[in-house]
């Protein structure tokens, strides 16, 4: 059992033996989540896709080719919850520290300093050259103008149903989500009034460009919906269905491939434009927190945005993609290549009760330091 647990190490660390009965039998149902939920995402003067981890309180770098992650911004510094990101002209990155309500630089020699902590719920941010916009997660939300170099921000509109991802668009004006109303509006960065540009848009959560200049707006529902507005034509819409659970957000390569995250499981996911998905960063649980097990011996995990389950055997050759990951429903079991890092994780025993061996805390992070998980079936 000691070395189940060294091959199993949680995301706090290495973690400590389990209690120690000759009877358990004990394994892991889910596989490992290298992203413990990503949210904004954007490439970096280094060619790397950069994704902030709003639960996990850091910032990792993804390597696409690879799928190869590296903790760029550690939870242990002053950012706290970072929701999205942008890059500088002179390869700074932003941050929008959401529930502190602080925007960061972080320099390219790795140096943070506080831009404003004056703006309430701060989401949504992106840089036009060297000015800095930054709107707000709030009803009757504002869109800001930031100045890195000191100055007071100056407020370009308001009365955003929650703003969400925003970016500058082909012509030159800033395009935002309200997340309540299904709307899409733009601005001009200099101040102006502001445009209604699409509503009855399901759920909106991001709005993108990609390398061509077309608009593309995320939904975060279950479905995974991504929806392509003409702009300069028509202003007809074309509807693609992903699957992908719970979309936060995408950026688009020099090669306009399609890059997007997810909230509700993490991980990082190609997508293609006739719905084909390639997987990056395998997607997986964010806690999870409470579990029970039905009568069929199936392991429920509240997962904190969604209801995830596990029910097939550890070493299965399902890669998780089809379940919890895709639908929010079902978190499959089974190997990842990744195997060896930390995670979030369920265990299982065939007798009794198990119980996971406790974890150490991050700062400011509660550690769960046992989880029940029922009694399965007396063969997997």
């Known amino acids: 059992m ?117 703006v309430k719920v701060p989401n949504g941010i992106t840089c036009v050259g060297d000015r800095l916009f930054v709107n707000e997660m709030r009803m009757n939300g504002r869109l800001l103008e930031l100045f890195p170099g000191g100055g007071e921000p100056v407020v370009l509109t308001e009365g955003l149903a929650l703003g969400n991802a925003m970016q500058l ?47 593309l707006v995320l939904s975060r529902g279950q479905a995974g919906l991504v929806t392509r507005v003409d702009l300069y034509g028509t202003g007809s819409r074309t509807v693609l269905t992903s699957g992908l659970a719970g979309l936060d957000n995408a950026a688009f390569d020099a090669e306009n491939r399609m890059f997007v995250s997810s909230f509700a499981s993490g991980g990082v996911t190609e997508l293609h434009p006739d719905g084909r998905t390639r997987e990056i960063v395998p997607r997986g649980l964010d806690g999870p927190f409470g579990v029970t097990v039905d009568l069929a011996g199936t392991v429920h995990a509240a997962d904190h945005y969604r209801l995830a389950a596990a029910d097939r055997p550890a ?32 265990c299982i025993s065939r007798r009794s009760t198990a119980r996971c061996g406790p974890t150490t805390p991050r700062a400011g992070r509660p550690a769960y330091a046992r989880v029940g998980c029922g009694s399965p079936p007396a063969s997997p």
């Open 315 to 346: 070493g299965s050759t399902d890669d998780g993609a089809a379940g919890g990951a895709d639908g929010g429903r079902r978190t499959r079991c089974g190997r990842s290549p990744m195997a060896s890092q930390p995670t979030a994780g369920c």
């Open 2 to 118: 000691e070395e189940a647990a060294k091959d199993h190490p949680s995301r706090y660390g290495p973690a400590s033996a389990p209690l120690s009965r000759t009877r358990w039998d004990i394994r892991r149902l889910n596989a490992p989540n290298p992203l413990w939920g990503s949210n904004g995402v954007a490439f970096g003067p280094d060619g790397r896709l950069y994704a902030a981890q709003f639960l996990a309180g850091v910032i990792s770098a993804v390597d696409t080719a690879t799928g190869e992650t590296e903790v760029v911004v550690p939870g242990d510094g002053p950012v706290q919850s970072p929701d999205d990101l942008a890059f500088g002209a002179d390869g700074s990155m932003y941050i929008a520290d959401l529930v502190p309500g602080r925007v960061w630089r972080r320099s390219p020699e790795g140096a943070y300093t506080l831009v404003s902590d004056q």
């Open 169 to 215: 668009g082909p012509d030159g004006r800033l395009y935002y989500p309200h997340m309540v109303t299904g709307e899409i509006w733009c601005v001009p960065p200099d101040g102006g009034d502001p445009e209604l540009v699409a509503r009855d848009v399901h759920e909106p959560v991001a709005v993108r460009f990609d390398q061509g200049g077309a608009l």
